[in-house]
């Protein structure tokens, strides 16, 4: 399998697109081709663990890499997670079902996919010959920067630093950012955005004169975050062991089409839903679900993405992202694979934060996909009566996503003409990661302190604390640098000396 750029005159293959993470220009990397997966295989697959149909279902793509030690790696990764299951799936009620990804260390569903990176990536480097060290720079919104931490704390030849918003995080996403172990790693607070680091981060893989810097100080440049294309790949995964598991409990046959709804963010997640239905999946509808920050919602409606917008700071600071980076590879597949019209758009949104999609397009992306926003009120409400009505508690992020698919349900009710389906909801973290503010959503309590929050919501739901969470109260602040955005690079540099 080969991996071509968004932008056009470059192809890779496996482990080079895994090492380098982004394509020359500030292109991404996506599979020349997207293999399919019969009936028949999805059949075979049903009485799979989780670990063995990833393992199957990468084979597809990493077919450089040994089979064999694919395999160990994803088992190992996945017998770190509580409770036996990577992805599991929970019925709730009225076709409707929680796909639970937080089960991993660090609460989350990046571990889902950035726990076997280390294996892809150390693999990569002996099948490309490459002997320097790498250095794992990572942007993020607090959760793929803790998995990152978490996975590549003290790998031998790998330095890992990540940025985060310093003010866009929860209080327990920082602590854990923060208190982190390994000498190998270094956390930055940005004075920004999510966007402001994922920004910095673009020009630090599109310059020349970064990456000689890095070079000279003997590193090659790479990252986790989900630009990285193995990061979407591996998160295709539970899109098909969910169906499966559906097929397995009888609550679909085989060929039955189920929507899933996905909190959005940098469209990573749900891209890898499009990628899992590209493959053969029968999902019907992909639901993209945003919190007030998001133009996907308009986006989706109009075919016009206009990131001139401001940012507000909300709940579900995960998904506090207005220019999200993976849509760039969406626009790729719809505009049938155009990287010389998909460079344009590219680099007119860099030049007045805008492009429009043609008409074509745009009926593309309503046969795949349904988006809408949600408000903070809204999202409380949601968590509250949920919780009210089926006793299970869902973190800021999810709320989004299960106030999406309410609406969304109601709309097909009254449209006699559509078609209904099951309807997964991506459950993207364990509610203990924003305890004061699922908390105030349950109870209408608000407390200063995270470790108070988990308490009182332990009492509330009886839902176990995860051991991570509980580790995390005991151990000191590492890290406190904070910088401007325009110093990140400065920060990092001074991480090599």
Known sequence: MHFVSTRGEEKVNAPQAVLRGCASGGGLFVPETFPPVSEGELADMLPLDYAERAAYLLGKYFDEYDMEGLASALRNAYSKFEGGDAAPLVRMDNGMYMLELFHGPTCAFKDLSVGVLPYLISEGKKLCGVREELLLVSATGGDTAKATLENFAGAEGIRAIVFYPEDGVSKMQKLQLCTQDGENVEVIAVRGSFDDCQSALKKMFRLEKYRTAIAEKGYLLTTSD????????????????????????????????????????????????????????????????????????????????????????????????????????????????????????????????????????????????????????????????????????????????????????????????????????????????????????????????????????????????????????????????????????????????
């Open 226 to 497: 989900s630009v990285n294309i193995a990061r979407i790949l591996l998160e295709t995964c539970y899109y098909f062991s969910a169906y499966l598991d559906l097929v397995s409990a009888e609550q679909i046959g085989m060929g039955d089409k189920v929507d899933f709804c996905v909190p959005t963010g940098n469209f990573g997640n749900i891209l890898a839903g499009y990628y899992a239905k590209r493959m053969g999946l029968p999902i019907g509808t992909l639901l993209c679900a945003t919190n007030r920050n998001s133009p996907l919602s308009d986006f989706f409606r109009t075919g016009c993405m206009d990131t001139k917008r401001p940012l507000c700071r909300t709940m579900s600071p995960s998904m506090d992202v207005v220019s999200a980076s993976n849509v760039e590879r969406l626009i790729f597949e719809v505009s049938g694979r155009d990287a010389q019209l998909t460079k344009e758009r590219m680099k007119e949104l860099s030049s007045t934060g805008r492009y429009t999609l043609r008409a074509e397009e745009i009926a593309e992306l309503r046969r795949n996909f349904y988006a809408d926003a949600t408000s903070e009120d809204d999202t409380v409400e949601c968590i509250y009566e949920f919780f009210e009505d089926y006793g299970y508690p869902m973190d800021t992020h999810t709320g989004v996503a299960m106030n999406v698919a309410q609406k969304y349900l109601e709309k097909l009710e009254s449209d006699t003409m559509s078609e209904s389906h099951p309807m997964v909801i991506v459950s993207t973290a364990s509610p203990y990661k924003f305890p004061q503010d699922v908390l105030y959503a349950l109870t209408g309590n608000d407390v200063k302190d995270s470790f108070k929050g988990v308490k009182r919501i332990h009492l509330l739901t009886a839902m176990k604390v995860p051991e991570a969470l509980k580790a995390v109260r005991y151990k000191p602040i590492r890290f406190k640098t904070a910088v401007s955005p325009e110093k990140m690079f400065d920060a990092l540099l001074k991480f090599l000396d």
